[in-house]
């Protein structure tokens, strides 16, 4: 019977998962030659090749595909029984975890810190990321996400709606008064950001000539739109607070998403996970006005 290093596991699916070993690396943490190593590891214990190495990338041969389904349940297994086991946990001490993006994560620190001030034997871990961690396999307990349809197995609250709007230099303004909308210079928005409701706007509205940057970040949006690098999409509590940039108006509609404060039924049964829910969805909602942009613009 094989031996199996569960940890050279991890490796092994999400290079699946991503179709290559860079980009694997990169959602590791490590570097390339370390998830080269541990794949070919755990290929040499089970004695089979998993993966054809194409110029395109990594793609499961017809046994490593059957052998990797069978890894994700077992793993689907574990994070399940990780996560009753967590949740189980009666005690308000330990570490919970709570992820957002880069431009989410300043309206909420507050909420944490009093969180933390009132629970001193709670560590709180906040982790920065533009994209989606994943709640079932316990990448966080709390995830604080802007969407219009939030994962239906998740328990959630929407805190309010994170609205949007086109900011740009007084000067870049003033230089485009006379121009159509389809003309002006543009900072636009790589993924995941594309997905989102200010993405599909953009994709609508923005012909792809007029871009002349993007980013897969709304912080770095606001500053290229700050250098006067274009005009940009950008969450109101984010552009609204700067006073460089200035709100543009007699565009239509703008895109809205709800801004939800999402967990796992499971760790929910956690005290320390629902007392932190409760603190960052108070200190959230508090927030309401930025995040909507109904202060002036």
Same mark, same amino acid.
């Given at each position: 019977?094989?031996?199996?290093?569960?940890?050279?596991?991890?490796?092994?699916?999400?290079?699946? *998962?991503?179709?290559?070993?860079?980009?694997?690396?990169?959602?590791?943490?490590?570097?390339?030659?370390?998830?080269?190593?541990?794949?070919?590891?755990?290929?040499?214990?089970?004695?089979?090749?998993?993966?054809?190495?194409?110029?395109?990338?990594?793609?499961?041969?017809?046994?490593?595909?059957?052998?990797?389904?069978?890894?994700?349940?077992?793993?689907?297994?574990? *994070?399940?029984?990780?996560?009753?086991?967590?949740?189980?946990?009666?005690?308000?001490?330990?570490?919970?975890?709570?992820?957002?993006?880069?431009? /989410?994560?300043?309206?909420? %620190?507050?909420?944490?810190?009093?969180?933390?001030?009132?629970?001193?034997?709670?560590? %709180?871990?906040?982790?920065?990321?533009?994209?989606?961690?994943?709640?079932?396999?316990?990448? !966080? +307990?709390?995830? /604080?996400?802007?969407?219009?349809?939030?994962?239906?197995?998740?328990?959630?609250?929407?805190?309010?709606?994170?609205?949007?709007?086109?900011?740009?230099?007084?000067?870049?303004?003033?230089?485009?008064?006379?121009?159509?909308?389809?003309?002006?210079?543009?900072?636009?928005?790589?993924?995941?950001?594309?997905?989102?409701?200010?993405?599909?706007?953009?994709?609508?509205?923005?012909? *792809?000539?007029? /871009?002349?940057?993007? !980013?897969?970040?709304?912080?770095? /949006?606001? +500053?290229?739109?700050?250098?006067?690098?274009?005009?940009?999409?950008?969450?109101?509590?984010?552009? +609204?607070?700067?006073?460089?940039? %200035?709100? %543009?108006?007699?565009?239509?509609?703008?895109?809205? !998403?709800?801004?939800?404060?999402? !967990?796992?039924?499971?760790?929910?049964?956690?005290?320390?996970?629902?007392?932190?829910? +409760?603190?960052?969805?108070?200190?959230?909602?508090?927030?309401?006005?930025?995040?909507?942009?109904?202060?002036?613009?």
């Amino acid at each position: 019977m094989h031996k199996y290093r569960w940890s050279d596991l991890e490796y092994v699916l999400t290079v699946a *998962a991503t179709g290559s070993v860079a980009a694997a690396a990169r959602e590791l943490g490590v570097n390339h030659t370390t998830v080269l190593r541990r794949v070919h590891a755990f290929e040499e214990t089970i004695n089979l090749r998993l993966f054809e190495r194409l110029r395109s990338g990594y793609r499961p041969t017809t046994e490593g595909g059957l052998f990797l389904d069978a890894a994700r349940a077992i793993e689907s297994t574990l *994070a399940d029984l990780e996560r009753k086991v967590a949740g189980s946990d009666t005690a308000l001490s330990g570490l919970v975890s709570v992820t957002s993006t880069d431009s /989410i994560v300043p309206m909420f %620190v507050d909420a944490l810190a009093a969180f933390q001030s009132r629970h001193p034997s709670v560590v %709180v871990d906040v982790r920065v990321a533009n994209v989606h961690l994943n709640l079932d396999r316990r990448e !966080s +307990d709390i995830a /604080i996400r802007a969407s219009n349809n939030p994962p239906a197995h998740l328990v959630g609250r929407q805190v309010c709606e994170l609205r949007f709007g086109v900011y740009a230099r007084p000067d870049l303004i003033g230089g485009n008064g006379g121009r159509a909308m389809e003309q002006w210079p543009w900072v636009g928005m790589e993924m995941p950001l594309a997905g989102s409701s200010a993405g599909e706007w953009m994709v609508k509205n923005v012909p *792809a000539e007029s /871009i002349g940057f993007q !980013s897969n970040s709304f912080m770095t /949006i606001r +500053d290229l739109a700050v250098s006067g690098a274009g005009f940009a999409m950008l969450p109101r509590h984010l552009g +609204d607070r700067e006073p460089r940039l %200035v709100r %543009v108006g007699g565009l239509g509609r703008m895109p809205a !998403s709800g801004l939800w404060l999402l !967990s796992h039924e499971d760790m929910l049964r956690s005290p320390r996970v629902r007392a932190a829910t +409760d603190f960052l969805y108070r200190g959230l909602r508090a927030k309401r006005a930025a995040f909507e942009g109904t202060g002036a613009g």
